[in-house]
């Protein structure tokens, strides 16, 4: 498809619905048949180290009051598995939710993950991309491929399959 189709239309959608991108959608699977809580929290570059050095332990307890805040703050998108027997969910930018318009300035997308061990042993509490209950990836429209961020939640922990332009500011780290 010739790119400058493409950007055309990303331009007349933009002045459609009044936003400063494309628009994005996020697919979330879920692997696990257990119920499971997935958080989706878009930040800034500045919250972005907090949420990396966030415990995962602490931030999944009860009244915790990150996620009370993030909740209030609507910048968080809570996703529940297992109940409803869907393991898809989507979210789309197109739909105007009010969660999109608290994201629109957002740098980061958070992906956390309230996982149950298989083992019995506790998961450990690691930083950012290393702990498997939380990933982050570039939230800008500028570094997807094609506007589509895929997440997969599976026993061992969080993938994010996502297609990301090669541009130093769109990388995980």
Known sequence: MNSKIIYGSCILY???IGLGGCSRTITVTSEQQAN????L???TGPMKAFWESQSMTDYWRVNNPTRSEAIRGQYLYPLKFGNDNQPTKELAEKDMDTVWKKWKDAEYLFVLANLV???NKPFEDKIG???QRRKWIPFSYDCLKDG???INVTKAGIEIITALKNKRQCQCY
């Open 36 to 39: 499971i809580q997935v958080d």
């Open 117 to 119: 061990p298989t083992d």
């Open 14 to 16: 933009v002045s459609l």
């Open 129 to 131: 991309n290393s702990d």
């Open 148 to 150: 589509h961020i895929r």
């Open 41 to 43: 929290v878009a930040v």
